[in-house]
């Protein structure tokens, strides 16, 4: 992507003093839901008015949007609100109706950025248009994939491209629906520093409370615009109703967000900053959740010493620990002494933890 100047200017064209902000629900459901929606986001902050209107579900049973019919009530969004359009297309034949009907900016999620043919089948469909596209990652965390969809419709001359990173699957469970890689995000603005990266905190978090957060870290980190799932009635949408807000909400949400700007120097300072701050308050939290991790291991080696009778210290293997986790830090600008200390720490909540569980048996009996 040579051309990467001319990526951001479709963004840099619109001239907001805010984050760019694509908002709607999931899924069109009704004309009447997707009209509502859009006549209280009509004066608000929001610049692009989304819906579904073919929805890949995960497992098949679901409401699989409403189809081609949605795209009339998409034309009415912009005819009575003046909103301009986005919705998601997965194939030829959802390019050719959505650029039928005008939509002004088309998505592709992250289940088709994940297939190459799907890819080069949208992108072929697109070659000529002047519509703005963005490429959600793929559910998987693979940056050349996510580049690669890209690229493809690079080539297809779409100059409009920008990508929304939603978080990624992961096969154990934790507090997001989709975990965000946010070094995945940065690499990608220090690789590509032209290409707009909007932030879809619905989709990482999966429910409402934790929207404000995210969108807030993301704009810390450069986001240059945030795409929100928005339902006059969360609780009873067809799709995603734990992760969506009202249009009230969301304009809350808007108001409460710091955004810093980038004008004078001191301002540029403080941005800096305070993209490092966040990002150690993420590597932090990797920390503390790694070593919890760690001691849930361990309490199963202490569940094996209690069934065997073994000893909780054992020292050969712990000075062999010690031993290559020295060498390890050395090679990551961590001195000996630090290691020692910090690996005493963890030693030490471990026997606590395998203490206890010994002790428990003890009890038992
Ligand atoms: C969506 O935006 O409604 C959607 C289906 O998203 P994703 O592709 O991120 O799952
Ligand atoms: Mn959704």
């Known amino acids: 992507m040579e051309n990467s100047k001319e990526l951001r200017s479709w963004l840099d064209d619109m001239k907001l003093s805010h984050p760019l902000v694509i908002a709607g629900p999931c899924s069109a459901e009704t004309e009447g839901q997707v009209l509502s929606i859009a006549h209280e986001l009509k004066d608000t902050d929001v610049n692009y008015y989304r819906a579904g209107i073919w929805k890949p579900r995960t497992r098949p049973g679901n409401f699989e949007g409403v189809g081609a019919i949605g795209l009339n009530w998409l034309k009415k969004v912009k005819e009575e609100t003046g909103l301009k359009t986005a919705t998601e297309v997965a194939n030829k034949n959802h390019v050719d109706l959505a650029l039928e009907h005008d939509v002004d900016l088309l998505w592709i999620g992250a289940r088709s950025t994940v297939s190459p043919f799907i890819v080069q089948e949208i992108a072929d469909a697109l070659e000529g248009t002047d519509k703005i596209v963005l490429i959600k990652n793929p559910v998987n965390p693979d940056l050349s994939l996510w580049l690669g969809a890209v690229e493809r419709l690079s080539k297809a001359n779409i100059t409009k491209l920008g990508v929304i990173h939603r978080g990624f699957s992961t096969y154990e469970k934790t507090k997001y629906r989709n975990i965000p890689e946010w070094q995945m995000a940065i690499e990608l603005q220090t690789k590509f520093p032209d290409l707009p990266l909007i932030n879809d905190p619905s989709h990482i978090s999966g429910n409402r409370e934790m929207i404000f957060d995210i969108s807030q870290t993301a704009l810390d980190l450069n986001f240059d615009g945030l795409m929100i799932e928005t339902h006059h009635d969360p609780d009873n949408a067809w799709s995603d109703a734990a992760q969506q807000v009202t249009p009230k909400r969301l304009v809350q949400i808007m108001e409460d967000l710091k955004i810093r ?104 009996k």
């Open 261 to 364: 700007k980038e004008t004078d120097e001191e301002a540029e300072y403080n941005q800096k900053i305070s993209n490092l701050r966040t990002q150690i308050d993420i590597i932090d939290n990797q920390l503390i959740d790694t070593l919890g991790k760690r001691m849930k291991v361990s309490d199963g080696i202490g569940e094996l010493k209690r069934q065997r009778n073994v000893a909780v210290l054992q020292t050969n293997r712990w000075n062999e620990i010690l031993g290559k986790m020295i060498l390890e830090g050395e090679s990551k600008g961590l001195s000996e002494e630090f290691v020692l200390r910090m690996f005493k720490a963890i030693h030490q909540e471990s026997i606590n933890h395998q203490e206890k569980i010994i002790n428990a048996e003890t009890l038992k």
